[in-house]
């Protein structure tokens, strides 16, 4: 794992352990996972604070990671977290590529950036996310576009990137847009993500 997810995962399998171990059984056992539960994620919901008074949060696992980005592990990613979309403008189309997260793991999607050496990190002000997004369309045709070529998407996102890719291949090569390439385009957008 390359995001903070790792640490919640190792709290996580300190709970596992501790329950094989059937130290559940006993208060103490029970109170020490939640501790350790307190600790992961968000935290307690109001009502286990209310019925575990005396938590004690433990500190997260210390886990170094290396800057360096495996392109297997990123194409993975992006199946998983990345949208591609179609935004309507006065002037036309644009086409961008995102990646969110928590902003916890903004240091995550900076990797990510230095990566393609394209994109910048934005931090909506109604969310506590971060999001990696590209926006130049020279980025999207020589960066993006052919590592998805070469480290193909295997999930749901591929059909999302093959409508994608056809409309950035229809940008690419009409510099002038027929009313025909404006509604084949909407058409395309219309099947998109969520419609």
């Not at 999001?131 to 193909?152: A, E, G, H, Q, T």
Request: glycine content about 4%.
């Amino acid at each position: 794992m390359l995001t903070k997810k790792e640490k919640d995962f190792l709290l996580f399998k300190d709970i596992i352990n501790l329950l094989n171990n059937k130290t559940h059984f006993t208060f103490d056992g029970l109170q020490n996972i939640v501790n350790l539960r307190a600790s992961m994620n968000l935290g307690l919901s109001i009502q286990l604070k209310k019925e575990f008074p005396n938590i004690t949060i433990i500190s997260k696992p210390i886990v170094n990671k290396s800057k360096e980005i495996d392109p297997n592990w990123l194409v993975g990613f992006i199946d998983g977290e990345g949208c591609f979309y179609i935004k309507t403008t006065k002037s036309g189309f644009n086409v961008n590529m995102s990646i969110s997260q928590h902003v916890r793991d903004i240091s995550l999607l900076k990797n990510i950036s230095y990566f393609f050496d394209c994109g910048i990190i934005e931090k909506p002000s109604t969310r506590s996310c971060a999001v990696f997004v590209v926006y130049k369309f020279k980025d999207i045709c020589w960066k993006i576009i052919p590592f998805l070529k070469s480290y193909s998407l295997q999930g749901t996102k591929l059909q999302n990137f093959e409508y994608f890719y056809e409309v950035v291949q229809i940008l690419k090569n009409k510099p002038k847009l027929t009313k025909e390439d404006l509604k084949l385009i909407q058409n395309i957008k219309l099947k998109m993500n969520k419609y």
